[in-house]
């Protein structure tokens, strides 16, 4: 069966201070791959999603890249930390040829507060 | 603004009695999901919807798609406290291949 593992839990980071987030999956091969984050009490926001080794498209301009640098792993990244990244980041993933056509499946989340 | 909006943003009742949650989208989608979200927890999917199905059923869950009035509902039946969560749609506009997600309604069930 199909896994999917997110780490850190919680992170508490400076301002400034770079950012790397992990997320692989497992149980499944070409995966689609997806960052959000989720403010307190709200609804999740796209930041990239991926359809392939190397293939990112970014969602919304801000201080954060993803990488892809293999088929199940997807990595959230910031040279320097903002108070405004603090939020719940959501890794996920799908299978098929549109992520718009199938249902994702959520990692556990990290929780990232930028002090 | 967001693709989907869910209604209401919070609504609390008494276990056993029956919950629904409405949301409304504003282009035309491949299909729509509703997932369940427990507090500080991942998103789990419920179900999805397709955008030539009017009506689905999983166990206690009943989802109903009007295209034509770009809405959807959820019903969750004879409901239990462990039912308390967060509930999203999510659409999956045409020709975007990706899911846009709604605020959601927080639902709690009190014993």
């Known amino acids: 069966s199909q896994t999917i593992h997110q780490w850190p839990a919680t992170l508490v980071q400076p301002v400034g201070s770079p950012l790397s987030l992990e997320c692989t999956v497992e149980?499944?091969?070409?995966?689609?791959l997806y960052w959000y984050r989720q403010a307190a009490g709200r609804g999740l926001q796209l930041l990239f999603y991926?359809?392939?080794?190397?293939?990112i498209s970014s969602e919304v301009p801000q201080n954060l890249s993803a990488s892809r640098p293999q088929d199940r792993q997807f990595i959230l990244s910031s040279k320097k930390l903002l108070l405004s990244d603090s939020g719940f980041y959501l890794c996920?993933?799908?299978?098929?040829?549109?992520?718009?056509?199938?249902?994702?499946?959520f990692g556990p989340g990290t929780r990232l507060t930028v002090t | 603004s967001q693709q989907g909006e869910e209604d209401p943003q919070a609504l609390s009742i008494q276990e056993g009695e029956n919950a629904t949650m409405n949301c409304s989208y504003k282009?035309?989608?491949?299909?729509l999901q509703w997932y369940r979200q427990n507090s500080g927890r991942g998103l789990v999917h419920l179900i999805l919807?397709?955008?030539?199905?009017r009506e689905k059923h999983s166990g206690r869950l009943r989802v109903t798609l009007d295209t034509s009035k770009k809405s959807s509902s959820l019903l969750i039946t004879a409901s239990r406290a462990a039912d308390t969560a967060s509930y999203f749609c999510?659409?999956?506009?045409?020709?975007?291949?990706?899911?846009?997600f709604g605020q959601g309604t927080t639902l709690q069930v009190k014993p």
């Open positions: 149980g499944t091969s070409n995966p689609n």
């Open positions: 996920a993933w799908s299978a098929g040829q549109d992520g718009a056509r199938d249902e994702q499946y």
């Open positions: 919807i397709r955008s030539n199905e």
């Open positions: 991926s359809v392939g080794i190397g293939q």
């Open positions: 282009t035309s989608i491949n299909n």
């Open positions: 999510a659409t999956g506009p045409r020709n975007t291949g990706k899911l846009i």
